[in-house]
């Protein structure tokens, strides 16, 4: 396999700060979420579409019958995925349910272990309880036991494990195809369950006013095109495992984010359990020099930058 043109954990980086910001554009919309989740990957497609049709349809050839069986498999866990968790926001917090949705390791590591036989190291599962208590820190707040905090956090934990078969069934085909192919063809899937679903739902598909059409439109550009489409590039060269490990972060930059735009505040548990997330990737990390400079500098700025909001009258 050819070697990537720059290391693969670059685009993770961006792919990770781009999706925290997918929480706050929902909580922005008033539109039904499978709409909001169909007009994402519709917007999306639409925006490939020139480049996919002009340089990339023969690539449509390379795929086999098991190719496009695990393609689609992928398209309709994500599109499951994000109904489930775009509900999940009506009912609980930015913070909650982000938390829950990126506890993917749980299911990643399993997932890679029963279905693609890679081994565990004892640092990958020693950085990744780590991360995943961080994460569930974060919200200890918000976290409630009953009521609809707690349906609310159901569907953000069953989101979390369909993004992860979403992945798991990318992993295999991503390695033969182009980032353009795959993902076309994965985002169109999406997008044609979503379609289905809104009829069966009997959900509006419009009119909506102008800012509606905007937060639909950013979640094409930012979480999708340089989140997930992110990822699926990594995918070629890296495990699941490792982009689950970083999607850890998500929960960190939806806190930051939820505090500036929602006015949500920050906790004394979300600031540390925000700097043990970062811990635990550090972990898991360690090998890579210029890459561990990076996060130590930016966890202390995170945690800096933390403590100066939560002090702030």
Known sequence: MEKPSIHPFIPIIIGVISVAMSAIFVKMTTADSGVTAFYRMLFSILIMSPLFFLKYTHELKKLSKRDWLFTSIAGFFLAFHFILWFESL???SVASSTVLVTLQ?????????FFFKERLSAKTIVSALIAIGGSVLIAYGDFKISGAALFGDILALIACALITAYLLFGQDVRKRLSLMTYTFVVYGVSAITLFFYIIIKGESFGPYPAQEWMWFLLLA?????FGHTLFNWALKWVSTNVISIAILFEPVGAAILAYIILGELLSATQIIGGTIVLTGIL???????KIKRVFLKFSLDFFLLAVYINTCP
């Open 283 to 289: 972990f898991f990390l360690i090998d890579y020099t």
């Open 105 to 113: 390791p749980l299911f990643a590591f399993a997932g890679t272990y």
């Open 221 to 225: 550009l930012i979480p999708n095109l």
């Open 90 to 92: 009506n009912y609980t």
